[in-house]
């Protein structure tokens, strides 16, 4: 049985070239969307990338500060452990001497360490949107290493305020006994590690940031160390002493 093929309207010359222009005119559109869409990424990786700075910036003036503040609270310690160290069947109470207590808190307290908010918003938003995946490769394991010390700095300084919060009945003078004492003597001696552990984090996080080109805020950093000094006094470091 013989089936006709039925031919192009204007001869299959003209209908490959037809076609020619249809296939050119796809690949032009995908190339076009593939540039708008590659530029889109660029435009958003830049976006990130400065929302992130900015961010390290801020956790690095915490950062600064806590390294700062060092030199108060290692004292301190000290002076608590001392204290506790005595065979006295009495406790006189025991203060942390601050010039303004800016929290006006109830209780007296005993040991005051900075609470504050270390923040890891913009890299989270980066990983939830897929923004990092498009940036250079070491740039992405550098900031993310940098976000690993911030958050671990957060965790840390939450346990610290949860150990300071156990000593709060030092404050008032009353009867203890030997194992009270040594009760404290753990918490204190666990402040003192945990003191340090922050204060090692804190010089990695400025020193890696510096390393990534992101220093402190300025404006936040002056802040801070104003504030410290104004109810700590002399034994606050100058930033320029810190690393």
């Known amino acids: ?84 160290l005595k065979n006295d069947p009495t406790w006189p109470g025991s203060r942390v001497k601050l010039a303004d207590d800016l929290f006006k808190s109830s209780f007296p307290p005993v040991y005051r360490s900075p609470g504050r908010p270390w923040a890891l918003a913009s890299w989270q938003n980066a990983q939830d949107s897929g923004v990092i995946g498009h940036f250079r490769a070491e740039r992405a394991q550098q900031l993310g290493g940098l976000f690993e010390t911030v958050a671990l700095l957060r965790q840390r300084q939450s346990d610290e305020e949860k150990m300071s919060e156990s000593l709060g009945d030092l404050a008032f003078a009353g009867s203890i006994s030997s194992a009270e004492r040594r009760a404290n003597l753990k918490t204190v001696a666990s402040l003192d590690a945990i003191d340090a552990l922050i204060v090692f984090d804190a010089g990695v996080l400025i020193q890696d940031a510096r390393e990534a080109g992101i220093g402190p805020d300025p404006k936040r950093l002056k802040q801070l160390l104003d504030q410290q000094r104004s109810y700590r006094g002399a034994c606050v470091r100058d930033p320029g002493k810190i690393i």
């Open 1 to 84: 049985m013989h089936v006709s093929i039925p031919k192009p309207l204007h001869g299959w010359r003209e209908f490959a070239g037809e076609v020619g222009v249809v296939l050119l005119g796809v690949m032009l559109a995908l190339g076009a969307q593939q540039l708008v869409s590659d530029w889109q990424w660029r435009s958003d990786v830049r976006d990130a990338d400065r929302r992130i700075s900015e961010e390290i910036s801020f956790d690095v003036a915490l950062a600064y500060e806590r390294s700062a503040i060092d030199t108060c609270l290692r004292p301190r310690l000290a002076e608590l452990r001392d204290e506790l």
